[in-house]
């Protein structure tokens, strides 16, 4: 019942990603929108879940993290940056534990800044816990590098509201 659910809602979020145009041209001329595939998919997931009757069940993959240390929310943004390229290339070369402790450190350093993220974008931070919580229960249907590509660009855009456009 749950993979069937679960299929169900990868296939919205696939449709909601084509529906909103992210695979076609785009301002930026890389065939994704600023920030929209994003939005999309957190809008696709709690769609299909408000439709299936059930409440999002992140808290069991999130119950073992700890939160970090973090001055600030730059910093965690900074450090949530360079940690999701690691993990990137750990998903990439098949290293299962360390793409597991990669994880489990973006979600420590994402508790200590959600707050504040939440205040900034809203639906890019429901985005960003959406897509540790596929992470962290490691049963997506979808590819840790194209999970780990997505996260990046929501840093780079939460950065970037924070502390303005880099030049």
Not at 29 to 43: D, I, L, V
Not at 85 to 102: F, H, N, P, W, Y
Request: a negative charge.
């Amino acid at each position: 019942m749950h993979q069937k659910i679960y299929r169900a809602l990868v296939l919205l979020v696939l449709a909601a990603l084509v529906a909103s145009g992210c695979a076609g041209n785009t301002e930026t001329g890389t065939g994704r929108s600023e920030g929209g595939e994003t939005e999309a998919a957190a809008k696709a997931k709690a769609k299909a879940e408000a439709e299936s009757g059930q409440k999002p069940t992140d808290g069991d993959a999130w119950s073992r993290i700890k939160e970090a240390t973090v001055a600030d929310a730059a910093e965690g943004l900074q450090s949530s940056r360079s940690a999701v390229k690691d993990l990137k290339q750990a998903a990439e070369a098949g290293e299962a534990e360390t793409l597991r402790s990669l994880t489990e450190q973006l979600a420590g350093i994402w508790l200590a800044i959600e707050a504040d993220m939440k205040s900034l974008h809203a639906d890019k931070a429901a985005a960003v816990r959406a897509d540790l919580t596929l992470l962290l229960n490691q049963d997506s249907a979808e590819s840790p590098v194209d999970v780990s590509y997505r996260l990046y660009q929501t840093y780079r855009d939460l950065n970037e509201l924070l502390q303005g456009p880099s030049t």
